[in-house]
Structure formats: C-alpha cells, structure tokens
C-alpha cells in the first residue's frame, strides 16, 4: 500500500514538458495556433514600430534631458537647490525610516527571485532581438541601432542569464530578505549613475550647438546628492529597523506625524526661505505660543476638575461662538487659527484626558502643536526670499507632488460629507448633495478648470 | 402633528429648521458667487447676456459641418456635433474592441492572454492626454502629402491626416437613414419569429441568416426608392408645423401648465394613496411631506416662470414667434426641417461614393487633401479618437472579464453537463448573466468616454470645450459658455444614463 | 455489459496527483455508491466521467465510447449523463421549467410544448408541480436540488451522476432529495452516487466503494462494506462518520 502511494509526477513532466506546454497553451486546436501565430506576428511588428518610433532620432530625446532641470522644479533658482536637495532628502529620510519600521522583513527563495530575474532579462533580450535596426526620417533611412550593439546587449543579456542560471543551481533552496534585493537594486542604479555617459547638449566657446551631442558622464550636481540621501535612506532604513527590533511601537504614530508634517514644513520654510525676522519670532511668535499653550494646559487640568463638570458644554459653546467672533475680527490670523484649535481641545479634553496620565500626555502634544503651528504660520505668512520669474516657485514635479498631496489630503474628508449627505435622511441635505455630485460629475474634468481659472481672474479684476 | 411644548427640543423641529437654515446657507453661498461675479463682469463693460449665440461670431472651425459659422450658436452646435461624433462612434468601437481584448484576456492561449494583458496594464497607466499626444505624434510622424497630383486615391495616410473613400449624402439620404434605422427593427422582428417557431416546433428555423437576409432585403429595396415611404413622417411634420402656427404664444403656455399640473396631480395622488396602504397605515413621513410640497411647488414655480421676461421667450421659442436670441431655431422650424427632408418627392440615390483627392490649396499652394471629395480624418479627430478608444476600450474590457468571471463557474459545467454546445452556452447562460452584472460599471466608463473627448482641445480638436473657449476668449461671455457646457455635457449624461438604467432595469425583471 | 469502465484513470492537478490509477466499472441498472474522505478524489473522479475535468492517464470508456478530446464525442456522452451537483447550479435567470426544457429544447431539438410537457411530468415526479414558474432564487435547497434532477432527467439520461447532493442541505430537506433518488433507483436508472449518506448506501446501493488519496481502497457489496470490510482504512472511515 505505502509503495503505491510514492509520488508519481504527471507523466508529460516525465519527458518532453516543454513540448506539452506548448501544445496545451499554444497549438490546442487548428484555431487557437493560428492566433498564437497571428498574436506573435501583431506583437512583434507593434513592439518595432513603438520601439522605432521612440528611439527614432526625430524624438530628439536630449530636449528632455537638457529640460530636466525644468521639469522637475521649473525656475527654481539654481544658487538655492540646497533647499530641494533637503526637500527630497527629508522626504526619502522619512521613507527609509518607515520602509525599515514597517518592513515584514520577508524572505524570497532564491531560485523565485531567480525565476523572476530570468524573465525579465528575457523580457529585455526579446526586445534587443525585435528592436529595429533602422527607421525612416523623412524619407531617409537612419540607422538608429546597429548591429554591433545588438550583439553586444545580446552578450550581456546571455550572460546575465547563464549568471542568473547558475546563481538558481547552486542555492535552490536559500532564502534571502526581500529588501535587501530592493537595495541591491537601488545601489546598483545609484551606482549607474556614476558610471553612465548620455548624449548631451553642448556648446562651444562660440556658442555654437556640438553636433552630435557628446556622449558625457552625469554632473556632479546630480550624482554627488542622489548619493549622499541614498546614503541616508540606508541609515534611515537602518534606524528604523533598529527601533522596531526595540519594540518602539509609539515611534509609529511619530513616524505619521512626521509625514503629515513634512509637506507643512517644506512648503511653509524648507521650500520659501522665509524672511521671517528673529525679532518676529522672539517678540510675537514665542510669546503667542507661551500664552496658548499655558492656556490649553489649564484649561486640560481645570475641565475636569468636579466643580467645572456639570458646565463642560457650555464652556465647548462658549468656545465655539468665541473662535466664530474672533473669525471675523481683524486679528493676526495666527489668533484666529489658535482660536479655534482651542476650541477642539476644549471639546475634546473632557474625553480623552480622564486620568492624569493622559492630561498629562495631552499638555505635551497640545504645547507641541502650538509651538509647531505657530512656527509653519510664521514661515508661511513671511515673504518668500526666493526671487523666480513668474508667478509661483513651486513649478514643475514639485507642483504636481504638492497638489497631489493637499488634493487627496482636502478631497478626502470633502468626500465623505459628500457621501454623507447623499445618504441623509434629510430631504434638503440629501437634494442638494446629489445635485452637487452628479452636476460635478458629469462635466469634464477640464471645464472646470477653465471655470475656476476664469472664476479666479474674474474675481481679481 | 402635535408638538411639544418646548417646540425647540422637538426633533422634528430642529430637523427642519436645520434644514431651512442650511439652504439659506447654501443660497446665500451661490449668490454671493454669483453676484460677485456679475459685479465684476459689469465692472468690466461686459455684462451677462445671451446675445452672442446670434451673432456671427466671425472664427473659423477647423472642422465640422460648418466651418464658418453665422452664429454664435452654430458654431457651438458644430464644437457638439464634432464631440458626439467622437463620443458616439467611440463608445461603438470601444465596446467591440474592448469586448475583444476581454475575452482575449480569458483565453486559453498563452501569447493571446499574455499580450492582451500586457497591453491592458500598459495602456491603463498612461495618462489619457500623453496618449493623445502619443497618436498626434504618431500622425505627424508620417510625411507630408506629396506634391504630385496623383488623381484619385483609396486610401492614404499623412502628416494631413487619413484620407478614405466616403458616401457623400444626396438630398434623399434622411428619407434612406431613416429607412436604415427601421430595417434593423425589421430584423429583429425577424429573429423573434424564427426562434419562438424553433421553440414551439422544434425544427431549425435560422433565425440569423433569416434576419440578416431580410436586413440586406429591407435595404436593397430602400436604396431603389423604398425610402419614399418614409416619407409619411415628412407628411405628419408639415401638419403638425402647420398646427404649431396656429398657436399663440398663451396657447403653448397654457398647454405646458396644464400639463404640469396634470403630472403634479398624479404624483401627489398617487403618493397619498401609498402611504394610505396597510402597511404605511396612512403616516406621512417626513419625507413623504417633503416629496409632496416639492411637487406642488415646482408647478407653481413652473406656471409663474412662464410668465417671467426668461419664460416668455422660452415659449415664444417654442412657438417659433420670436427666439430670445436671433437664431432660426424653434420647433416649428425643426418641424419644417424634418418636412423638407423627409419629403416623397425627393428621388435619385441617398449616397454617391467619391474617392479621397490631394488639391493645391492658398496662395503658397501648399498640398493638402481636398475637403469636398472623400473623408479626410484630421490629426485632432484621430488622435482624440484613437486616445480615447483605446483608453476606454482598456477599461471596457476590464469590465467585460471581470463581468464573465463573476458568473460562477458551476453554471458553465452545469450547461455543459446538459450536453449544451459551449456557444450555445455562452449566449443562453454566461452571457445573460455577466451582462447583467457588466451594465453599470459600463454605463460609467460610456460616461468617462464622453467626458474624455473634451481632452481633444490639448491637439486643436474643435470640440465643445474647445469651440467655447474660443468664443468666450473673443466675446467675453464665459458665464454664459460655461452655462451652456454644463447643460451640454448633463444632457448627454443623463441621456446616457438613462439608456443603461433602462436596460438594466429590463435585465433585471428577467429575474424576478 | 458494462456501461462505464476506466482503466487505469490518473489525473494531476500541476504537481499534485489527485488520482492514481482507478480501475472500475459499473453495469447497466447498477447503483453505485462512492464514499471516502474529503480531498480522496470522489468528486474528481466522477467530473472526469462526463468530462468536466479532464484525466491525463488511462481509459474512460461511457456506453461504450471512449472519452477522448473529440468534441462529437464529448457532446455525445454529456447528453447521455446526466449530473447533479452539490451546490446545484441552477441557472438564476431562468424560470424552473425554463431551467428543465433548455436543454432538451436547443441538445435534444424538441418542440417546445413538448418539452414543457415532459419537463412537468418530471416536476411532477419529484413532487413540486407548483413552482414551475418560480425563479430558482424563491426556492428552498431541497425544491432547488429536485429541480435539478429533474433538469438532467429531462435529457433522458442513461446514467445520473451525483456529486454530494444533500450536503449543501439541512437535514428535513435532505429526506426528500434521497426520497427522489431511491424511486430512481428503483426505477432502474444507472446511478453513481457520491455521498456521506450511508442509509441511503445501505438502502439502496448495489456497491458501496471507498476511495482515499486518490486509490479505490476497498469495492464491497453494502453488507460486506458496513459488517465486514477488508481493509483497515475503511474500518477507520467507518468508525470516524458512523
Ligand atoms: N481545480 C483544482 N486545482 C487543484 N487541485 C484540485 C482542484 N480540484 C481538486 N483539487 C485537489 O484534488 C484533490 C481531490 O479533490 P476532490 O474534489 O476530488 O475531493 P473529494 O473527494 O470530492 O472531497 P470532498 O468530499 O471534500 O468533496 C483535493 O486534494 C483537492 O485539493
Ligand atoms: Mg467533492
């Protein structure tokens, strides 16, 4: 009985797999072969016309790298990119410290990541193989890449492969933590851009344009930053694990908190130079500050006090209508703002400080948030010492990030009351909800930025 | 409806005093928006008004079936009609194509699932504008139209544009379309017949090639005079034209209020009677109260607005007396165009074939293909098109495969259990089903379809958007242009949304 | 004569070898019951009868044809084996009686008064004349798995396959789904039974088999299977379910 039971692998495995394979998933029927045959022809002539449309030399691909600079923060003035470099730096610093705090620290088979190496170099030798060796410019044939190269890339890609090959033989059965092959990768692109030369636009002492463009190594200027914050994602990434191996799990509400500060601050000081005036801040800010967080932490320890309790609701109305009131008068808006925070603090203390721990832990953050409000107000509402032309000195990716980020972070919660109020029981709120949905919804997209442009300029003239 | 003596803590009181304060808010909202606006517009010597829809607005459309437009209400019709020309064959092509690379996505072969896939994912990710931009490079990278006069041509690409064959409409070609849309009517009819006889007789009728043969019949006939028949449409037009008239301006109103009043009637009754039912126990909810004043209001509103300076002319429109603008545009004209072209005493052929022909054009004489003979399908129209096609029909097959895959598959072994053929199958059991689960979310990407073709004015594609712009940047009137877009594009939503809720619903009585 | 017989039948699903050689045949008018553990193959091995899984290694022949990748013959032996599944399989958009004269109508090609006819015959024999125009949805489990029968006796079957069909049950209901089956059994229908169901073995099988790991461990007659069976895996199959 046990003998029988030993496996028995499908007989098709036993021989000839690959040929089975083929004849399951590629020729099953007389139909499905002349769609396999029809399929590869339609993919291959695709993949060349795209591949030649896009490495044709009308393309003149080196606008884009000579423009890159524009593309990515448009008119930034060159003597301050310290200010970005940090930027990015603060940004990629938070993304190793949360990358290493909440990594599973997986583990990958070798010969499965082996496997997905393989094809995708095959992916890569597929494409060197179809790649076309010359298109047409005008009615002139260009050779855009010979034959030379293709041999070469195919050299490398074989080689890759037997490496790959090897590499899966000798450890089948070892494991190894998936981010270190993500680091393994990001070192290795790090480390290209020290080693690679692209085309580049040049000009003589006469100003005259190089033709063709010299192949040249990146700057210094670009190789030297990315190198020092992938140094600092590693670090990052090492911090982060290291106070997760602690068991610091109250270091990941600190974490959040940073990213959700981190656009405040670079859009308030890292990315304006602020000409904010220590005397501002000394005289106005500090004091400000002092005041409201004195104020809050009383007002923590007193709500809950027996004698105030059964008033608690009043004090939150009074609150209210007092931060509505200061609204509308002409106060520093730093006042205004703080009023109303105070407000929330006000509501919400009586629930959540109910044990002198958790007063004592909302004093700290509510002083904390005070200080740091008040700071990003300040830097916001200085004037900006970065001198661009135009309008406006985020430009660029940084514009796009940045209204990535304040769109999803403002539409988020816009939607909810949105889909709220459609689901009211309340007529009127429930009309009006929908209107708003389904008349928003149902125009372009562009329409209404034409709108709100036009709106805008309406207003300002 | 007794309340409290502390009315403030009544719940039903509070409800609707927030309620009412929350629409004075809102109100107060949009018109402080608005009116800040129009201070602004008057503050700028160009105050609100309809008045540019009637004047020429002295532009040049690149394309459509004006190029010059009279009016400013002509050339905002053509920037519509060029959009639903691209949104209505679209939609066709994007639901074939994506029917296609749906189920391509199913298959069984390797290299057919795996591209389909690879193409899906790819295209999905690229945003809808850089592929515009991708297919106008495309069409651009093909080289000029060539100097030499090379007569008549089939088919040809260039950097112009793609240039085919075409059926150019003769004067009988409404009375034929017309003819043309009922044959497929007819058709149907057919198919019905042949199957409910396969049912209760049990022999092979062939409905399809019955259909097909009657459709190819139908329209035979029709292209050699057939059509006149369609004519009696033209007829009952010139009546009812002649009726309209007649008319005077307080006839059509008095014809709308009664008729409001008449469905306002219903409603309401028809509410009081459901809440009358057992289970309602005659308790009118809040609600119920609410649904009921809203109807008797808007008829109020509806006959006092009739009578308001914008009612007037809306129904002076109507009768065709005086349009609240200058433009030959009201039912009775609309009447009087259908009589014209569905007219019996039109003969000779609907359409005549003409082929594609490259002309010297200007003063340079530069060679372009020439607009009076053959299609020439511009660089703006075809990359709007191929961009929003090929994006839609992504998504659409998306929508069709997950549409088939949420059919569980015991139904397909059941049918197949059963000995069925597995076509056979696939249209009396999995298609039945998947359909039903697919119709909504393909409402929505019909409805992304339609709204992606204002991203046509990214390659000077002189849709809607793109025509309004150009108006509101010459006349000032962007309040008014928005206003129009708004109404356009819920228009078109709501049509299309309602064609898929009908069909849906119909799909779902089936059920149960 | 035999109406099945397999030779042999090996079947993988990738790696994993669901069956490993099943050997067997059944005769005309024969019930035979299959029993086993759960993931022994039963199920597997009944599908790859009408080919709704297809075996890699040895022979299926059905009333005499051999199951191969010929679409004629596969259309062929599906019509003349009728199935019932655990979870039913009704299709939703029908009615009942649409559920039951679909395939009589477009396999069979009858009339469609004629196949109305029959299929209330059998609606009648499995005792819910009544819901013939109810969609499936407003059926309980037990009317919705004798509409199934009757949808595959419909196709005038020469042999029912059953694949769990009162497990997805609760118990009254399970009562009158085998009540269904013993008459057909009776009736003299070739009937291959999957079931966890042992009074109804004891009742009316012909055969009682155990399948386990994908093995037909033990082939008994009822008596011989539940008092004296062969082997001790059954012993143990029978201690743990009685
Ligand atoms: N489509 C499939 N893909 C992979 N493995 C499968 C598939 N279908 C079944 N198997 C495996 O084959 C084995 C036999 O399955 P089968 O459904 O025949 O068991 P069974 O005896 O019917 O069990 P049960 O009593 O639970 O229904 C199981 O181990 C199952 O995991
Ligand atoms: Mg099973």
Redesign the pocket.
Same mark, same amino acid.
């Given at each position: 009985m046990q003998d029988n039971k030993t496996l028995e692998s499908p007989p098709e495995v036993q021989f000839a797999g690959v040929s089975r394979w083929l004849k399951e998933n590629l020729f099953s029927s007389l139909s499905s072969s002349i769609l396999t045959v029809l399929s590869i022809a339609a993919v291959v002539s695709v993949f060349r016309a795209i591949i030649g449309f896009f490495i044709s030399p009308e393309r003149e691909w080196t606008a884009v790298t000579y423009n890159l600079q524009l593309y990515m923060v448009q008119a930034y003035p060159e003597s301050d990119f310290i200010r970005v470099w940090i930027t990015v730096g603060l940004l990629i610093f938070l993304l190793g410290l949360s990358w290493g705090f909440n990594s599973l620290k997986e583990k990958v088979i070798i010969k499965e990541w082996c496997d997905g190496l393989l094809k995708g170099i095959s992916s890569f030798l597929f494409i060197v193989l179809i790649a076309p060796t010359s298109v047409d410019v005008e009615g002139t044939t260009v050779e855009v890449f010979s034959n030379n190269t293709r041999y070469i890339c195919l050299a490398v890609g074989v080689g890759l492969i037997l490496t790959v090959y090897l590499l899966r033989k000798t450890y089948p059965k070892n494991e190894i933590v998936r981010d270190r092959i993500s680091f393994l990768y990001l070192s290795l692109l790090v480390g290209s851009i020290w080693i690679i030369k692209v085309p580049t636009v040049t000009f003589t002492s006469s100003n005259e344009r190089v033709d063709p463009d010299p192949f040249l190594p990146l700057a210094n200027t670009t190789t030297i930053p990315w190198t020092i914050i992938f140094g600092f994602m590693i670090f990052a990434y090492l911090i982060g694990s290291f106070l997760k191996a602690k068991g610091k799990n109250s270091m990941s509400r600190l974490i959040l908190s940073s990213w959700v500060l981190a656009p405040l601050v670079i859009v308030s000081w890292i990315y304006r130079k602020p000409d904010f005036g220590m005397s501002n801040i000394l005289t106005l800010d500090i004091p400000i500050a002092v005041t409201f967080s004195i104020l809050g932490i009383l007002a923590i320890r007193t709500l809950n006090s027996e004698k105030i309790v059964p008033y608690q609701r009043y004090i939150t109305y009074g609150m209210l209508v007092l931060s509505i009131v200061i609204f509308f008068l002409p106060v520093l808006r730093q006042l205004k703002i703080l009023f109303f925070i105070t407000w929330l603090l006000v509501s919400v203390a009586p629930t959540i400080a109910n044990s002198k721990e958790s007063a004592k832990n909302l004093s700290i953050v509510w002083s904390v948030t005070v200080f740091i409000l008040v700071l990003l107000m300040r830097g916001a509402s200085s004037e900006s010492l970065i001198v661009v032309p135009g309008s406006s000195i985020y430009g660029g990716f940084t514009l796009t990030w940045l209204i990535a980020f304040f769109g999803i972070a403002i539409s988020f919660p816009f939607g909810v009351i949105l889909a709220l109020g459609r689901t009211s029981k309340l007529p009127v709120i429930r009309i009006i909800c929908t209107a708003v949905i389904e008349l928003v919804r149902s125009v372009p997209f562009i329409t209404w930025l034409f709108f709100w442009k036009r709106y805008a300029h309406t207003l300002s003239t | 409806m007794k309340f409290n003596k502390a009315f403030w803590r009544d719940v039903r009181f509070l409800k609707w005093a927030g309620q009412i304060a929350f629409l004075l808010f809102i109100f107060n909202l949009i018109s402080n928006f608005v009116s800040q606006a129009i201070e602004n517009l008057n503050a700028t010597n160009l105050p609100f008004s309809w008045r540019f829809l009637g004047t020429t607005p002295g532009v040049l459309i690149s394309e459509g079936f004006v190029t010059y437009p009279e009016s400013g209400l002509q050339a905002l019709q053509v920037g519509m009609a060029n959009m639903l020309r691209i949104a209505i064959s679209g939609i066709f092509v994007a639901t074939i194509l994506g029917t296609v690379i749906g189920v391509a996505r199913l298959s069984k072969n390797w290299v057919v699932q795996r591209s389909s896939s690879g193409l899906v994912e790819t295209v999905r990710n690229i945003p809808l504008l850089v592929q515009i931009f991708f297919w106008q490079a495309v069409i651009l990278s093909f080289p000029r139209p060539e100097e030499i006069d090379r007569g008549e041509m089939i088919f040809d690409i260039s950097a112009k544009g793609i240039a085919f064959p075409w059926l150019d409409a003769q004067e009988t070609s409404w009375l034929f379309g017309v003819w043309f849309i009922l044959s497929f009517i007819a058709a149907r009819r057919i198919f019905k017949w042949r199957v409910s006889v396969m049912e209760s007789e049990g022999r092979e009728a062939y409905p399809g090639i019955a259909s097909f043969i009657t459709f190819i019949a139908w329209n035979v006939g029709g292209w050699f005079g057939g059509y006149k028949a369609v004519g009696v449409i033209g007829f009952v037009a010139s009546l009812l034209s002649d009726g309209f008239e007649l008319l005077p301006r307080i006839g059509i109103q008095s014809l709308i209020i009664f008729i409001g009043f008449y469905y306002s009637y219903k409603y309401i009754s028809k509410e009081i009677k459901r809440t009358r039912s057992a289970e309602n126990r005659g308790i009118l909810t809040d609600d119920d109260i609410f649904k009921i004043i809203m109807a008797g209001l808007l008829v109020l509103i509806l006959a006092i607005g009739l009578f308001l300076p914008f009612g007037i002319t809306i129904s002076d429109f109507l009768v065709g007396d005086e349009p609240f603008f200058k433009a030959d545009w009201g039912i009775p004209q609309f009447l009087d165009g259908v009589q014209n072209r569905l007219n019996w005493e039109l003969t000779g052929e609907p359409f005549t074939l003409s082929y594609p022909e490259i002309i010297q054009a200007g003063q340079s004489k530069f060679s372009r293909y020439s607009p009076d003979v053959g299609k020439v399908m511009s660089v703006g129209y075809f990359a709007t098109w191929m961009g929003v096609i090929i994006y839609t029909s992504v998504f659409i097959s998306e929508v069709v495969r997950s549409g088939i895959m949420a059919v569980a598959k015991g139904q397909s072994e059941a049918g197949l259990s059963l000995g069925l053929k597995r076509s056979t199958l696939l249209r009396l059991i999995v298609l039945p089903q998947a359909l039903r689960i697919m119709l909504p979310p393909m409402g929505n990407q019909y409805l992304n379809l339609a709204k992606n073709t204002s991203l046509g004015i990214a390659v000077a594609f002189p849709e809607i958007v793109a025509v309004g712009q150009t108006i509101y940047n010459q006349e000032g009137q962007t309040v008014a242009v928005f206003l129009i877009w708004m109404a356009f594009y819920s228009t078109v939503s709501l049509v299309l949304s309602s064609i898929i809720n009908y069909y849906n619903r119909k799909m779902k009585m089936v059920e149960r | 004569m035999s109406i099945i017989k397999s030779v042999d039948v090996k079947k993988w699903?990738?790696d994993?070898q669901?069956l490993k050689g099943i050997s067997m045949d059944v005769a005309e008018g024969e019930v035979l019951v299959i029993a086993?553990p $759960?993931? $022994?193959?039963? $199920?597997?091995f009944i599908r790859c009868i009408n080919r709704l899984e297809q075996h890699q290694d040895g022979q299926i022949f059905v009333d005499g044809i051999e199951l191969t990748n010929d679409l004629k013959n596969i259309e062929a032996i599906r019509s003349e084996v009728g199935m019932v599944f655990q979870s039913f399989n009704l299709f939703p958009h029908l009615t009942v009686l649409q559920n039951i004269t679909l395939a009589p109508i477009w396999v069979r090609k009858k009339s469609k008064t004629e196949a109305e006819e029959k299929a209330m015959e059998l609606l009648e024999r499995v005792g819910i004349p009544e819901q013939a125009d109810k969609f499936p949805g407003q059926l309980s489990g037990g009317q919705q798995q004798r509409v199934a029968i009757a949808r595959a006796l419909a196709m005038e079957p020469k042999i029912m396959l059953f694949d769990?069909p009162t497990s997805a049950l609760d118990p009254e209901m399970i009562k009158e789904v085998l009540d269904v089956m013993k008459e057909l059994a009776k009736s003299g229908m070739t009937m291959i039974v999957v079931t966890h169901e042992m009074g109804f073995a004891k009742e009316v099988a012909d055969r009682v088999m155990l399948?386990d790991d994908g093995q037909l461990v033990e082939e008994n007659t009822p008596e011989e299977f539940f008092n004296n069976p062969k082997s001790d895996r059954t012993k143990l199959f029978l201690s743990q379910i009685l």
């Open positions: - | - | 699903y990738g994993f669901a086993g $759960s993931g $022994s193959g039963k $199920s597997t769990e399948f």
